[in-house]
T-cell receptor
C-alpha cells in the first residue's frame, strides 16, 4: 500500500538555524508531492508542491524542497528559521494510480519547535 | 475574503446525536473534499466531490453522508455520533481534481 513517512515526530531548532524536515514515500510511479504547514488551531496552508520539472522547488516563507527520485524523498528545507515557523508540518502525496493530486495521502506530521 | 470557511468551528455533542458541518468556498473551485484529522494529527481523506458529483469515497461508515447542494458548498452530515468520531474535520477545495487543495480552518468535533 502507498505510504508517506515523516520519520521525525518532533524537531527543535534555534532561531536562525537551518532546518531540514524529512519525507519519504513509497509508490511505484512519481507522485505529486506537497508540503503543508498547520499552525496551532489553524487549517493547513500550502508551502510548496512538486508536479514535474525542476526537482528543487521554491515555496512561500523562504522554504524549499528537493525531490530525489532515487531516494523516494521530498525533504523540506529552510536556511534560517524564524520563531513564527513553529508549527506542524505535513508532507503529502497525490495518488499516482490516477495521476491526479486529488487523493492526497498525508504523513503523520513533524512538529517544529523554535527556541529563541 | 475567506477562501474556504467552515461552520461551526467547535462542536460538542452527545453520543447518538446527529450533527452537520458546513463548508463553503468562494474560490470558484469545482472540487471539494472532507478530511478527518485524529487525535494523533493523522489526516485522512473521507470524500471528494467534483461539480456536485461524488468522485472519492473512502472507507467511511455509512453514518457519514456528504451533501453538495452546489459547487460552492459541501456539507458533512453525521448520524448516530460515536466517541470515535471525535476529531478535527477539514474541508478543502481545488480548481480541478488535479490542482492544489486549499484547506478550511477545521471543525473540532467532540463527542461525549
Amino acid at each position: 500500500a502507498q505510504s508517506v513517512t515523516q520519520p521525525d515526530i518532533h524537531i527543535t531548532v534555534s532561531e536562525g538555524a537551518s532546518l531540514e524536515l524529512r519525507c519519504n514515500y513509497s509508490y511505484g510511479a512519481t507522485p505529486y508531492l506537497f508540503w503543508y504547514v498547520q499552525s496551532p488551531g489553524q487549517g493547513l496552508q500550502l508551502l510548496l508542491k512538486y508536479f514535474s520539472g525542476d526537482t528543487l522547488v521554491q515555496g512561500i516563507k523562504g522554504f524549499e524542497a528537493e525531490f530525489k527520485r532515487s531516494q523516494s524523498s521530498f525533504n523540506l528545507r529552510k536556511p534560517s528559521v524564524h520563531w513564527s515557523d513553529a508549527a506542524e508540518y505535513f508532507c503529502a502525496v497525490g495518488d499516482p494510480n490516477t495521476g491526479t493530486a486529488s487523493k492526497l495521502t498525508f504523513g503523520t506530521g513533524t512538529r517544529l519547535q523554535v527556541t529563541l | 475574503d475567506t477562501a474556504v470557511s467552515q461552520t461551526p468551528k467547535y462542536l460538542v455533542t452527545q453520543m447518538g446525536n446527529d450533527k452537520s458541518i458546513k463548508c463553503e468556498q468562494n474560490l470558484g473551485h469545482d472540487t471539494m473534499y472532507w478530511y478527518k484529522q485524529d487525535s494523533k494529527k493523522f489526516l485522512k481523506i473521507m470524500f471528494s466531490y467534483n461539480n456536485k458529483e461524488l468522485i472519492i469515497n473512502e472507507t467511511v461508515p455509512n453514518r457519514f453522508s456528504p451533501k453538495s447542494p452546489d459547487k460552492a458548498h459541501l456539507n458533512l452530515h453525521i448520524n448516530s455520533l460515536e466517541l470515535g468520531d471525535s476529531a478535527v474535520y477539514f474541508c478543502a477545495s481545488s480548481l480541478g481534481s488535479e490542482d492544489t487543495q486549499y484547506f478550511g480552518p477545521g471543525t473540532r468535533l467532540t463527542v461525549l
